[in-house]
C-alpha cells in the first residue's frame, strides 16, 4: 500500500526482525521500534548504516570517535577521543598537535545565524512563558499576558551532538560543515534592541557552543540590566553538567527557561533514533529539576516530546512523564506533532488519535500540565 502525507510518499516497509509489514517503520531504519528496544545488538548494524550515512552527507564522523591516543572533548556526553587532525562528533573540535582546537574559532565565536521573532512565537514553551502567558509579570514580563510588541531573538547554533534520524532542523549540518556563519559574542549581544524581551538559543543544539553562548549571554545581560530580558533555551540536555548549572544561572536570574526535548525513554530507542544514549540528558533533567523551587512565579523547566509515529507511542510517553512526575507534577510537557523530514520522509505525520492518547497517559502519570502541540500537523 502506498498513500501520501501532502507531497511526500508513505509506504510500507517490513520489519528486519518480526517481519512486520507497516507503514510506522522508517525505511531507512528497517526495524520496527519493539525490536528497536527488544533487540538493540542484533539493529546494531541497520543503526549504524542509517547514522553513517545520515552524518557523511556533511562529512561528519557517524559515530563519537574514541581514539585511545586522542585528545578528550569533556563539553557533553560523547566524551569524544579525537584523534590527530579529526574531528569530534559534532564536527567542531579537533585534535591538533595534541591540542584541542574548536574549529569556529574560540569561545568568543559561533556559528550562529539569527533572526526576530514577533512574540507570541511558536516557543515550545509559549503557553507557560512569560512572553505568551500570563506568568511571570511583573518581575519578568513587559505584559499581564501575551508581550505584543515584543520579539525574541531567535538564535540558530550550527551544531549539534545528536544526530536525529528526523531532524527538523536538518540544514544545521550545512552549517557546521562550511564553518560559517561566524559572529563573535559581542556581535550577536549587539543585535538586541529595545523590543527584544528573551533570547532562545536552539539550533542544531547550544551543547557544542554552549560556552560561546554563555559568554554572549552575559555580555548581553551586562547591557540590558536596568530591564527585562530572559535567555531561554532548547536543547537535547547532553550537556556537561557543569555547563548546565552555568545555563540555569543566567535563565533563572533573567526569568527565562530551559526547554528539553526528551526524545524516548528507552535508551535502545534514543541510540537508535539519534545516535547517541540518553543517560545525561535524564541526569541533567533531573539535576535541573531542583532550582524549579528557587523560582516559582514562572516555569524554570520545560519538557517536550516528538511524537515519532511507531516509535515514539504511549509507553515512551508514560515512561517519560512518569519520570517527570517523580521530580514535579507541575513540569509543563508538550507533545510536539511529528512532520517527516530528513532521513524520514517516508513517515506519516502524527495522528490526532495516538496526540490524544499520548496525552492521556501523560495525565493518567501524574502530570498536571499536558499540552499537544503543532495540532495543525495531525492527520
Not at 512563558?129 to 515584543?150: D, N, Q, R
Not at 532542523?169 to 560543515?177: A, G, I, L, P
Not at 538559543?201 to 557544542?208: A, I
Amino acid at each position: 500500500m502506498v498513500r501520501y502525507v501532502l507531497w511526500h510518499t508513505v509506504s510500507e516497509v517490513k520489519c528486519n526482525f518480526c517481519s512486520e509489514t507497516s507503514e510506522l517503520i522508517s525505511k531507512e531504519l528497517g526495524v520496527c521500534g519493539s525490536c528497536l528496544r527488544e533487540k538493540p545488538h542484533e539493529a546494531k548494524v541497520y543503526i549504524e548504516k542509517a547514522h553513517a550515512k545520515s552524518k557523511g552527507k556533511f562529512d561528519l564522523p557517524a559515530s563519537p570517535p574514541k581514539d585511545p591516543n586522542g585528545v578528550k572533548c569533556t563539553i557533553c556526553v560523547n566524551q569524544c577521543m579525537i584523534g590527530e587532525e579529526q574531528k569530534g562528533f559534532c564536527g567542531l573540535q579537533t585534535n591538533r598537535k595534541g591540542r584541542l582546537v574548536h574549529l569556529g574559532g574560540t569561545p568568543s565565536k559561533g556559528i550562529v545565524s539569527w533572526y526576530f521573532d514577533p512574540l507570541p512565537t511558536n516557543c515550545v514553551a509559549d503557553w507557560v512563558c512569560p512572553g505568551g502567558s500570563e506568568c511571570g509579570y511583573p518581575k519578568y514580563s513587559y505584559s499581564p499576558g501575551v508581550e505584543y510588541g515584543y520579539k525574541n531573538l531567535a538564535v540558530f547554533l550550527g551544531a549539534c551532538s545528536f544526530d536525529c534520524l528526523f531532524c527538523q532542523n536538518w540544514h544545521y549540518r550545512e552549517m557546521t560543515r562550511t564553518l560559517s556563519p561566524i559572529m563573535t559574542a559581542q556581535e550577536l549581544a549587539d543585535c538586541v534592541d529595545d523590543k527584544t524581551s528573551c533570547i532562545c538559543y536552539f539550533g542544531g543544539d547550544p551543547t557544542p557552543q554552549l560556552p560561546f553562548a554563555i559568554k554572549a549571554s552575559k555580555i548581553v545581560l551586562k547591557q540590558n540590566e536596568d530591564r527585562i530580558l530572559r535567555i531561554c533555551w532548547e536543547t537535547n540536555g547532553t550537556m556537561n553538567p557543569s555547563l548546565a548549572r552555568k545555563m540555569a544561572e543566567l535563565s533563572l536570574n533573567s526569568g527565562g527557561c530551559i526547554k528539553f526535548d526528551l526524545k524516548t525513554w528507552d535508551e535502545n530507542l534514543n541510540i537508535a533514533l539519534t545516535g547517541i544514549t540518553n543517560r545525561q540528558t535524564l541526569q541533567n533533567f533531573e539535576m535541573l529539576a531542583q532550582f524549579i523551587a528557587k523560582r516559582p512565579e514562572s516555569p524554570f523547566l520545560v519538557a517536550s516530546t516528538l511524537l515519532v509515529p511507531g516509535y515514539i507511542d504511549a509507553q515512551e510517553v508514560f515512561n517519560i512523564a512518569k519520570f517527570i512526575a517523580d521530580l514535579d507534577t507541575n513540569i509543563p510537557y508538550s507533545l510536539l506533532a511529528f512532520y517527516p523530514c530528513f532521513q524520514m520522509m517516508d513517515m506519516p505525520t502524527t495522528s490526532r488519535k495516538q496526540a490524544l492518547e499520548c496525552r492521556e497517559v501523560a495525565l493518567e502519570a501524574g502530570l498536571k500540565r499536558v499540552r499537544i502541540g503543532n495540532i495543525h500537523l495531525l492527520s
